[in-house]
């Protein structure tokens, strides 16, 4: 079975194993974990066909948006992503029209549940949690609503310490471990009441606001104040093979691989280098997952560079002005073909090449889930938005947003929030945290050969300061000390090697040269994140720098301190004119990737190979033929195409259709938008009608 059995970050938990059928096959699975993971971990990724062309259909979000992983679940059609696996389950791929049944006695009924809240959160991630903490504190009821398992959004998938400052957004500390920090705090407020497994289906003119709680029961809750802080959907790319299984979301992936401990590749290649596509590649290699490489089609990854660096340190390939040209493969993915791009973002003929891989991953951006805050605008509700929803940032800026939404919504109620944070104040630091980090600049190697004391190999300039807040004596700071600004140390004298700010550095971009002991080979100390395994003393280790590999040289020691539980710091003793630039250590020298040319595929892909709506399998040679005919209304395009009208309706293709507007030349202003209309998500009849489950009383 795909299971992770082992990680350098996250625990192993003991796990039920259960029974269940898959197309009448007997498999073995885990109770608790969602239905698509379990079917990775017998190594299914088909889920089934789509109806229309018989193609392969799996997962491509992970995070119930898209609709691709539907599978029948005891006879009734639900997203495999979303539904924890129970014993016994009868799980079967939607091929073909089920048959309507044929017991039409009268069902029993039920009153559907109304509930009025004075204020309802859409989503437990950061932003929603902060908000609910803030709101809590103030003795507001509040009904907070997440449509997973667990509270956290996409924290929960975050193996790595956060950026930011210590003080406000925990930074220095995992993802994981905010989640449960930010959990925690809105689950101890008595204020609160929290509703997992539920999820919002719409927003109603009367306000009312739909939900399923538990993935059946239908209730309406009206509130008298809304803040939507649902976060965001991944975007998607065009491409010929761009809906085989094993073209997926970072983001799915790290839901299998963090959240799940499922394994569901040996190799991937990554189409993005922005900070999600860097961090989904370090935590593959962490899971034992080859990455075989990383494109990115602008000059220089947009990611932070101190995650960038950590995937060149070991190994992975990573080439900009490049763009993927198709997914290769029958029923799945068994080859990527990328090529290089000119300054007008045109294929240049000759610089195709394919890489093997099972995996495609697409960290191509976000778009903002705020459907219903619109609605809700439209409607007339007391409505606000926070976090993803609001505007694309960072997991640290989403605290800041939370927050800021709470207090306004505080003031708004007309309660007092002078003993609230400054907003001014708020709004400066949210605004730090969303900007675009600048290019990196050269390192500047200190001139300091004596005593013990930190270099810092970021060259960044990010919001990012928890090795000012750890050091004991407090001679670590930032120019002016600035968040955004470069840290620096101030003396040598007063330094004790202690190693926190090795341990804490969120980009693993501090070590520690000590001179103490020998001013010819000093000793250095490295943060390493890669196996669970304590490295003895005598082991071996490969000392990497910007340059490439120093060398094999013997750990003196290794030690963990009690507060970076996960964070190892390997001691070698290095010569003095290497100590200094030497950046991290790894176990295997780079891996010389095989770069395979081909003529098989053709340079400039047809239209009608590329689709565009997953759900209705939608080209886009059919679309820009509308287009060319005059359309420039989304919703005939809709009636004429069937584009958007799947079961994710629009939540992948309409955005797509924006873009592929722009580069047939029409402007904004003459394209009519998509009329949004309830439900957003998709609802059993059933609960509508209030019937009544078998089994429940």
Same mark, same amino acid.
Request: aromatic share 6%.
């Given at each position: 079975?795909?299971? @992770?059995?082992?990680?350098?970050?996250?625990?192993?938990?003991?796990?039920?194993?259960v029974?269940?059928?898959?197309?009448g096959?007997?498999?073995?699975?885990?109770?608790g974990?969602?239905?698509?993971?379990?079917?990775?971990?017998?190594?299914?990724?088909?889920?089934?066909?789509?109806?229309k062309?018989?193609?392969?259909?799996?997962?491509?979000?992970?995070?119930?948006?898209c609709?691709?992983?539907?599978?029948?679940?005891?006879?009734?059609?639900?997203?495999?992503?979303?539904?924890?696996?129970?014993p016994?389950?009868?799980i079967?791929?939607?091929?073909?029209?089920?048959?309507?049944?044929?017991?039409?006695?009268?069902k029993?009924?039920?009153?559907?549940? @109304?509930?009025?809240?004075?204020t309802?959160?859409?989503?437990?991630?950061?932003?929603?949690?902060s908000?609910?903490?803030?709101?809590?504190e103030?003795?507001?009821?509040?009904?907070l609503?997440?449509?997973?398992?667990?509270?956290?959004?996409?924290?929960?998938?975050?193996?790595h310490?956060?950026?930011?400052?210590?003080?406000?957004?925990?930074?220095?500390?995992?993802?994981?471990?905010?989640?449960?920090?930010?959990?925690n705090?809105?689950?101890?407020?008595?204020?609160?009441?929290?509703?997992?497994?539920?999820?919002?289906?719409?927003?109603?003119?009367?306000?009312?606001?739909?939900?399923?709680?538990?993935?059946?029961?239908?209730?309406?809750?009206?509130?008298?104040?809304?803040?939507?802080?649902?976060?965001?959907?991944?975007?998607?790319l065009?491409f010929?093979?761009?809906?085989?299984? *094993?073209?997926?979301?970072?983001?799915?992936?790290?839901?299998?691989?963090?959240?799940?401990?499922?394994k569901?590749?040996?190799?991937?290649?990554?189409?993005?280098?922005?900070?999600?596509?860097?961090?989904?590649?370090?935590?593959?290699?962490?899971?034992?997952?080859?990455?075989?490489?990383?494109?990115?089609?602008?000059?220089r990854?947009?990611?932070y560079?101190?995650?960038?660096?950590?995937?060149?340190?070991?190994?992975?390939p990573?080439?900009?002005?490049?763009? @993927?040209?198709?997914?290769?493969?029958?029923d799945?993915?068994?080859?990527?073909?990328?090529?290089?791009?000119?300054?007008?973002?045109k294929?240049?003929?000759?610089?195709?090449?394919?890489f093997?891989?099972?995996?495609?991953?697409?960290?191509?951006?976000?778009?903002?889930?705020?459907?219903?805050?619109?609605?809700?605008k439209?409607?007339?509700?007391?409505?606000?938005?926070?976090?993803?929803?609001?505007?694309?940032?960072?997991a640290?800026?989403?605290?800041?947003?939370?927050?800021?939404?709470?207090?306004?919504?505080?003031?708004?109620?007309?309660?007092?929030?002078?003993?609230?944070d400054?907003?001014?104040?708020?709004?400066?630091?949210?605004?730090?945290?969303?900007?675009?980090?600048?290019?990196?600049t050269?390192?500047?190697?200190?001139?300091?050969?004596e005593?013990?004391?930190?270099?810092?190999?970021?060259?960044?300039?990010?919001?990012?300061?928890?090795?000012?807040?750890?050091?004991?004596?407090?001679?670590?700071?930032?120019?002016?000390?600035?968040?955004?600004?470069?840290?620096?140390?101030?003396?040598?004298?007063?330094?004790?090697?202690?190693?926190?700010c090795?341990?804490?550095?969120?980009?693993?971009?501090?070590?520690?040269v000590?001179y103490?002991?020998?001013?010819?080979?000093?000793?250095?100390?490295?943060?390493?994140?890669?196996?669970e395994?304590?490295?003895?003393?005598?082991?071996?280790?490969?000392?990497?720098?910007?340059?490439?590999?120093?060398?094999?040289?013997?750990?003196?020691?290794?030690?963990?301190?009690?507060q970076?539980?996960?964070?190892?710091?390997?001691?070698?003793?290095?010569?003095?004119?290497?100590?200094?630039?030497?950046?991290?250590?790894?176990?295997e020298?780079e891996?010389?990737?095989?770069?395979?040319?081909?003529?098989?595929?053709?340079?400039?892909?047809?239209?009608?190979?590329?689709?565009?709506?997953r759900?209705?399998?939608?080209?886009?040679?059919e679309v820009?033929?509308?287009?060319?005919?005059?359309?420039?209304?989304?919703?005939?395009?809709?009636g004429?195409?069937?584009? *958007?009208?799947?079961?994710?309706?629009?939540?992948?293709?309409?955005?797509i259709?924006?873009?592929?507007?722009?580069e047939?030349?029409?402007?904004?202003?003459?394209?009519?938008?998509?009329?949004?209309r309830?439900?957003a998500?998709?609802?059993?009849?059933?609960?509508?009608?209030?019937v009544?489950?078998?089994?429940?009383?």
């Amino acid at each position: 079975m795909n299971s @992770i059995n082992e990680h350098p970050i996250l625990p192993i938990p003991q796990r039920k194993q259960v029974d269940f059928t898959f197309n009448g096959t007997p498999l073995k699975g885990y109770e608790g974990i969602v239905i698509s993971s379990n079917l990775f971990l017998n190594g299914i990724k088909i889920f089934g066909h789509h109806h229309k062309d018989k193609s392969p259909q799996g997962i491509f979000c992970a995070m119930g948006q898209c609709s691709q992983c539907t599978v029948l679940v005891n006879g009734q059609p639900m997203k495999s992503c979303m539904i924890p696996l129970k014993p016994d389950m009868k799980i079967d791929s939607c091929e073909g029209y089920p048959e309507l049944p044929a017991d039409d006695s009268p069902k029993e009924l039920e009153e559907i549940q @109304i509930k009025e809240v004075n204020t309802l959160i859409i989503g437990a991630g950061p932003s929603g949690l902060s908000a609910a903490k803030t709101l809590g504190e103030k003795g507001v009821e509040i009904l907070l609503i997440d449509d997973k398992d667990r509270t956290g959004g996409k924290l929960v998938l975050q193996t790595h310490k956060f950026f930011g400052s210590q003080q406000d957004v925990y930074a220095g500390k995992r993802g994981i471990d905010i989640a449960e920090i930010l959990g925690n705090q809105v689950r101890e407020l008595s204020s609160v009441t929290l509703w997992l497994n539920t999820t919002a289906v719409g927003i109603f003119s009367d306000g009312f606001v739909g939900v399923t709680k538990d993935h059946d029961q239908y209730i309406l809750i009206k509130p008298k104040h809304l803040l939507v802080a649902t976060g965001a959907r991944e975007k998607s790319l065009i491409f010929p093979g761009n809906t085989l299984p *094993g073209v997926y979301g970072a983001g799915a992936f790290q839901t299998l691989v963090n959240r799940d401990l499922i394994k569901p590749a040996k190799k991937v290649f990554i189409v993005g280098g922005g900070n999600v596509g860097l961090i989904a590649g370090y935590h593959a290699i962490q899971a034992g997952i080859e990455v075989v490489g990383l494109i990115e089609a602008l000059p220089r990854c947009g990611g932070y560079s101190v995650h960038e660096e950590k995937l060149r340190r070991l190994g992975v390939p990573i080439l900009t002005r490049h763009t @993927i040209i198709s997914a290769n493969g029958n029923d799945e993915v068994n080859s990527v073909t990328i090529g290089k791009i000119d300054d007008n973002w045109k294929l240049i003929e000759g610089t195709q090449r394919t890489f093997s891989c099972d995996t495609i991953l697409i960290a191509v951006g976000l778009n903002s889930v705020d459907e219903f805050y619109h609605k809700a605008k439209q409607y007339g509700y007391n409505v606000w938005i926070c976090g993803d929803a609001q505007e694309i940032a960072e997991a640290s800026a989403a605290i800041f947003t939370g927050r800021i939404e709470a207090i306004k919504m505080l003031n708004f109620m007309g309660m007092d929030i002078s003993t609230c944070d400054d907003l001014v104040v708020l709004e400066q630091k949210a605004a730090i945290m969303k900007a675009h980090p600048a290019a990196p600049t050269q390192f500047a190697c200190s001139d300091l050969e004596e005593d013990v004391f930190p270099i810092f190999h970021c060259t960044q300039e990010i919001p990012c300061n928890p090795c000012t807040t750890v050091c004991p004596q407090e001679q670590i700071h930032t120019v002016n000390d600035l968040i955004n600004q470069l840290p620096y140390f101030q003396g040598s004298k007063d330094c004790i090697g202690c190693g926190n700010c090795v341990a804490v550095c969120p980009g693993l971009a501090i070590t520690l040269v000590d001179y103490r002991r020998d001013v010819k080979n000093p000793h250095v100390t490295f943060p390493l994140e890669l196996t669970e395994n304590k490295i003895e003393r005598g082991s071996k280790v490969i000392v990497t720098s910007e340059e490439g590999d120093i060398g094999t040289y013997v750990v003196l020691f290794s030690r963990i301190l009690k507060q970076y539980p996960k964070t190892q710091l390997i001691t070698v003793q290095l010569p003095s004119n290497l100590a200094k630039h030497a950046t991290a250590v790894k176990f295997e020298p780079e891996k010389d990737i095989k770069i395979e040319e081909i003529d098989q595929y053709s340079s400039e892909p047809l239209d009608d190979d590329i689709i565009v709506c997953r759900c209705e399998r939608v080209t886009s040679a059919e679309v820009r033929k509308w287009i060319r005919k005059g359309v420039r209304d989304v919703n005939e395009l809709k009636g004429i195409t069937k584009l *958007g009208m799947g079961a994710c309706q629009g939540k992948t293709c309409l955005p797509i259709l924006m873009r592929i507007f722009r580069e047939e030349g029409i402007p904004e202003e003459d394209i009519t938008g998509n009329t949004m209309r309830p439900l957003a998500m998709e609802v059993p009849l059933g609960s509508f009608a209030g019937v009544k489950k078998e089994g429940k009383k």
